[in-house]
Protein backbone atom coordinates (compact mmCIF):
# COMPACT_ATOMS: atom_id res chain seq x y z
CA UNK A 1 0.00 0.00 0.00
CA UNK A 2 1.07 3.55 -1.43
CA UNK A 3 2.40 5.98 2.05
CA UNK A 4 0.44 8.91 2.20
CA UNK A 5 1.88 12.32 3.77
CA UNK A 6 0.11 15.19 5.72
CA UNK A 7 2.07 18.29 5.66
CA UNK A 8 1.17 20.99 8.60
CA UNK A 9 3.15 24.04 8.06
CA UNK A 10 3.01 28.06 9.26
CA UNK A 11 3.98 30.64 6.87
CA UNK A 12 4.97 34.14 6.95
CA UNK A 13 3.61 35.24 3.17
CA UNK A 14 0.55 36.50 5.14
CA UNK A 15 -0.07 39.14 7.98
CA UNK A 16 -3.72 37.68 8.50
CA UNK A 17 -2.40 34.24 8.77
CA UNK A 18 0.71 34.01 10.90
CA UNK A 19 1.09 31.34 14.32
CA UNK A 20 1.66 33.93 16.90
CA UNK A 21 2.57 31.82 19.40
CA UNK A 22 4.58 28.45 19.98
CA UNK A 23 1.75 25.42 20.02
CA UNK A 24 1.71 21.70 19.98
CA UNK A 25 -0.82 19.96 18.01
CA UNK A 26 -2.00 16.30 18.68
CA UNK A 27 -3.32 14.01 15.96
CA UNK A 28 -5.91 11.30 16.76
CA UNK A 29 -7.46 8.67 14.80
CA UNK A 30 -10.82 6.75 15.19
CA UNK A 31 -12.98 4.56 13.01
CA UNK A 32 -16.36 6.41 14.04
CA UNK A 33 -15.78 9.92 15.20
CA UNK A 34 -19.75 9.70 16.64
CA UNK A 35 -19.69 6.77 18.50
CA UNK A 36 -17.60 5.32 21.37
CA UNK A 37 -16.33 2.49 21.58
CA UNK A 38 -18.77 -0.15 22.63
CA UNK A 39 -17.68 -3.35 24.75
CA UNK A 40 -19.73 -6.14 25.50
CA UNK A 41 -20.63 -7.96 28.56
CA UNK A 42 -19.96 -11.53 27.72
CA UNK A 43 -18.34 -13.07 24.60
CA UNK A 44 -21.09 -13.44 22.50
CA UNK A 45 -20.65 -11.08 19.62
CA UNK A 46 -24.92 -10.55 19.80
CA UNK A 47 -24.60 -10.14 23.29
CA UNK A 48 -26.16 -7.01 25.26
CA UNK A 49 -23.54 -4.04 24.67
CA UNK A 50 -21.89 -2.06 27.18
CA UNK A 51 -21.14 1.54 25.87
CA UNK A 52 -18.43 3.58 27.04
CA UNK A 53 -16.49 6.61 25.89
CA UNK A 54 -13.54 5.86 25.30
CA UNK A 55 -10.74 8.69 25.40
CA UNK A 56 -8.57 8.72 21.93
CA UNK A 57 -4.90 8.32 22.50
CA UNK A 58 -1.87 10.80 20.56
CA UNK A 59 -1.18 9.39 17.43
CA UNK A 60 0.99 11.93 16.38
CA UNK A 61 2.68 14.91 18.08
CA UNK A 62 3.36 18.32 16.19
CA UNK A 63 5.22 20.92 17.59
CA UNK A 64 6.23 24.23 16.81
CA UNK A 65 8.58 26.58 18.74
CA UNK A 66 9.46 29.38 16.44
CA UNK A 67 6.26 31.56 15.09
CA UNK A 68 8.44 34.09 14.10
CA UNK A 69 9.67 31.31 11.41
CA UNK A 70 8.23 29.35 8.53
CA UNK A 71 8.13 25.92 9.55
CA UNK A 72 6.77 22.73 7.79
CA UNK A 73 6.54 19.29 9.94
CA UNK A 74 5.23 16.37 7.74
CA UNK A 75 3.35 12.67 8.76
CA UNK A 76 3.98 9.89 6.13
CA UNK A 77 0.81 7.01 6.82
CA UNK A 78 -0.74 4.41 5.57
CA UNK A 79 -4.56 3.97 5.76
CA UNK A 80 -4.03 0.37 7.82
CA UNK A 81 -4.80 -0.88 11.17
CA UNK A 82 -4.38 -4.13 13.50
CA UNK A 83 -5.22 -4.82 16.85
CA UNK A 84 -2.15 -4.98 19.88
CA UNK A 85 -2.36 -5.71 22.84
CA UNK A 86 -0.94 -3.22 25.61
CA UNK A 87 2.36 -4.67 26.84
CA UNK A 88 2.91 -2.22 29.75
CA UNK A 89 2.34 1.70 30.66
CA UNK A 90 5.33 3.72 30.96
CA UNK A 91 4.87 7.27 32.42
CA UNK A 92 1.28 7.52 31.03
CA UNK A 93 2.36 6.43 27.44
CA UNK A 94 0.99 2.61 26.18
CA UNK A 95 3.56 0.55 25.18
CA UNK A 96 2.19 -2.38 22.18
CA UNK A 97 3.30 -5.59 22.89
CA UNK A 98 5.39 -7.62 20.28
CA UNK A 99 2.64 -9.42 18.11
CA UNK A 100 -0.95 -7.85 16.02
CA UNK A 101 -3.95 -9.06 15.09
CA UNK A 102 -4.41 -9.94 11.27
CA UNK A 103 -6.27 -7.31 9.66
CA UNK A 104 -9.03 -5.46 10.85
CA UNK A 105 -12.22 -5.15 8.98
CA UNK A 106 -15.46 -4.15 9.58
CA UNK A 107 -17.94 -7.79 10.00
CA UNK A 108 -15.69 -9.45 11.48
CA UNK A 109 -14.92 -10.64 15.10
CA UNK A 110 -11.10 -10.15 15.95
CA UNK A 111 -10.14 -13.06 18.84
CA UNK A 112 -7.13 -13.01 21.07
CA UNK A 113 -6.37 -16.23 23.26
CA UNK A 114 -3.37 -14.09 25.01
CA UNK A 115 -0.62 -16.07 22.71
CA UNK A 116 -2.62 -16.55 19.34
CA UNK A 117 -4.79 -14.16 16.95
CA UNK A 118 -7.48 -15.08 14.58
CA UNK A 119 -10.28 -13.93 12.89
CA UNK A 120 -13.63 -15.07 12.51
CA UNK A 121 -17.15 -14.02 10.87
CA UNK A 122 -19.63 -11.82 12.75
CA UNK A 123 -22.77 -13.36 12.61
CA UNK A 124 -26.03 -11.17 11.34
CA UNK A 125 -29.20 -12.23 9.42
CA UNK A 126 -29.23 -8.58 8.00
CA UNK A 127 -27.32 -6.67 6.12
CA UNK A 128 -23.39 -6.59 6.00
CA UNK A 129 -22.34 -4.94 9.37
CA UNK A 130 -20.59 -1.34 9.64
CA UNK A 131 -18.17 -2.59 12.28
CA UNK A 132 -16.00 -5.03 13.86
CA UNK A 133 -15.30 -6.86 17.24
CA UNK A 134 -12.25 -7.63 19.14
CA UNK A 135 -12.55 -10.90 22.06
CA UNK A 136 -10.43 -11.67 24.44
CA UNK A 137 -9.90 -15.54 25.39
CA UNK A 138 -7.17 -14.52 27.69
CA UNK A 139 -6.81 -15.82 31.23
CA UNK A 140 -6.13 -12.32 32.38
CA UNK A 141 -7.43 -8.94 31.80
CA UNK A 142 -6.23 -7.28 28.28
CA UNK A 143 -6.34 -3.77 27.56
CA UNK A 144 -5.27 -3.50 23.75
CA UNK A 145 -5.05 -0.55 20.99
CA UNK A 146 -5.43 -0.22 17.50
CA UNK A 147 -1.86 0.52 15.50
CA UNK A 148 -1.21 1.65 11.54
CA UNK A 149 -0.27 -1.74 10.11
CA UNK A 150 -2.80 -3.32 7.67
CA UNK A 151 -5.68 -2.11 5.57
CA UNK A 152 -8.75 -1.49 7.11
CA UNK A 153 -11.93 -1.28 4.99
CA UNK A 154 -13.93 0.82 7.56
CA UNK A 155 -13.44 4.66 7.40
CA UNK A 156 -10.76 5.91 9.38
CA UNK A 157 -11.45 9.98 10.96
CA UNK A 158 -8.50 12.44 11.58
CA UNK A 159 -8.47 14.84 14.78
CA UNK A 160 -6.37 17.66 15.83
CA UNK A 161 -6.19 19.06 19.14
CA UNK A 162 -3.93 21.70 20.63
CA UNK A 163 -1.96 19.95 23.65
CA UNK A 164 0.78 20.74 25.94
CA UNK A 165 3.66 18.79 26.86
CA UNK A 166 2.37 15.15 25.03
CA UNK A 167 3.94 12.32 23.78
CA UNK A 168 3.38 9.33 21.28
CA UNK A 169 0.90 6.76 22.91
CA UNK A 170 -0.46 8.71 25.78
CA UNK A 171 -4.40 9.28 26.66
CA UNK A 172 -5.76 12.59 26.07
CA UNK A 173 -7.49 14.52 28.60
CA UNK A 174 -11.20 14.57 28.90
CA UNK A 175 -10.76 18.80 29.05
CA UNK A 176 -8.53 18.08 25.44
CA UNK A 177 -11.20 16.22 23.62
CA UNK A 178 -14.06 18.39 24.69
CA UNK A 179 -12.65 22.08 24.52
CA UNK A 180 -9.19 21.83 22.17
CA UNK A 181 -10.26 20.32 19.20
CA UNK A 182 -9.59 22.35 15.67
CA UNK A 183 -11.41 20.49 13.52
CA UNK A 184 -15.03 22.10 13.36
CA UNK A 185 -18.33 22.50 11.90
CA UNK A 186 -19.95 25.23 10.73
CA UNK A 187 -21.64 25.52 14.32
CA UNK A 188 -18.17 25.41 16.11
CA UNK A 189 -18.84 21.60 16.85
CA UNK A 190 -15.88 19.00 16.23
CA UNK A 191 -16.08 17.37 13.05
CA UNK A 192 -13.09 14.75 12.26
CA UNK A 193 -12.11 14.61 8.91
CA UNK A 194 -12.07 11.17 6.81
CA UNK A 195 -8.76 10.90 5.97
CA UNK A 196 -9.93 9.05 2.24
CA UNK A 197 -11.07 12.81 1.56
CA UNK A 198 -8.03 14.67 2.26
CA UNK A 199 -6.77 15.29 -0.90
CA UNK A 200 -3.98 18.38 -2.16
CA UNK A 201 -2.65 19.06 -5.52
CA UNK A 202 -0.52 16.38 -5.74
CA UNK A 203 -1.56 12.52 -5.13
CA UNK A 204 -1.22 11.08 -1.65
CA UNK A 205 -0.48 14.56 -0.38
CA UNK A 206 -2.26 17.42 1.51
CA UNK A 207 -1.55 19.95 3.39
CA UNK A 208 -2.71 22.50 6.50
CA UNK A 209 -1.99 25.59 7.51
CA UNK A 210 -1.65 26.40 11.01
CA UNK A 211 -2.08 29.67 12.08
CA UNK A 212 -3.60 32.39 15.27
CA UNK A 213 -6.57 34.30 14.61
CA UNK A 214 -6.74 37.67 15.96
CA UNK A 215 -8.16 36.46 19.41
CA UNK A 216 -5.65 33.93 19.63
CA UNK A 217 -7.61 30.66 18.61
CA UNK A 218 -5.22 28.16 16.88
CA UNK A 219 -6.76 27.47 13.03
CA UNK A 220 -5.78 24.47 10.97
CA UNK A 221 -6.44 25.65 7.32
CA UNK A 222 -6.56 22.99 4.39
CA UNK A 223 -4.83 24.35 1.29
CA UNK A 224 -4.24 23.29 -2.21
CA UNK A 225 -0.51 24.40 -2.46
CA UNK A 226 1.79 25.00 0.22
CA UNK A 227 3.15 28.90 -0.08
Known amino acids: MSSKTLTFYTSLSSATKRLRSPIQI ?9 RP ?3 RSTKEPHAKETVESQLPIAWQVLQFDLPSSSQSLSVDYGEA ?7 STINGV ?14 KLVKYTGRVWSVDTLYTPGPPLGYFA ?5 AK ?18 QAYTTLNHR ?12 MFLFRDSTGKPKAKLLVDL ?29
Open 26 to 34: VLTLSLDPL
Open 81 to 87: FAAMEVE
Open 37 to 39: VVR
Open 94 to 107: YQPGRSSSPEVETG
Open 141 to 158: PVEMILGCEFHCTKPVYL
Open 168 to 179: RGQRLAHSVVEE
Open 199 to 227: KGARPNKCAFQVYSHHNGEIALEMTVNQD
Open 134 to 138: IQSDA
